[in-house]
């Protein structure tokens, strides 16, 4: 959700990710193949680099090869669309600060 909330990018983006597209010296994520089939690179912001660099080095270079997925689940398993939608309304769910009667359905496209 953290690759969503600060680059915009969109959900079979940010799944496709490999770490090939990342770079942490630049700061910057490749979008290979998106939607509209023009590439484009997007600058990370400190928070989001911090974060994928902590991501990196918990991986360990072994997990961490150019072919494999940043947003991965345990053992290396890829996320599916509805895994990831999933993992959002686990996340809107221990969120105290809004009622249970009044918690919005939610998806990763409004975090674009």
Partial sequence: MLIA????????????????????????????????????????????????ARHALLL?????KPDRQVVAGRHGKTYTPWSLRSELEKALETCDEIPAHKKPKITTHVLR
């Fill in 60 to 64: 360990g270079p072994r997990r961490r």
């Fill in 5 to 52: 909330l600060n680059t915009g990018m969109r959900r079979g983006e940010i799944l496709k990710l490999c770490w090939r597209a990342v770079d942490l010296e630049q700061g910057t994520i490749l979008v290979e193949d998106p939607k509209n089939r023009r590439p484009r690179t997007i600058r990370m912001n400190t928070t989001l680099r911090s974060e994928v």
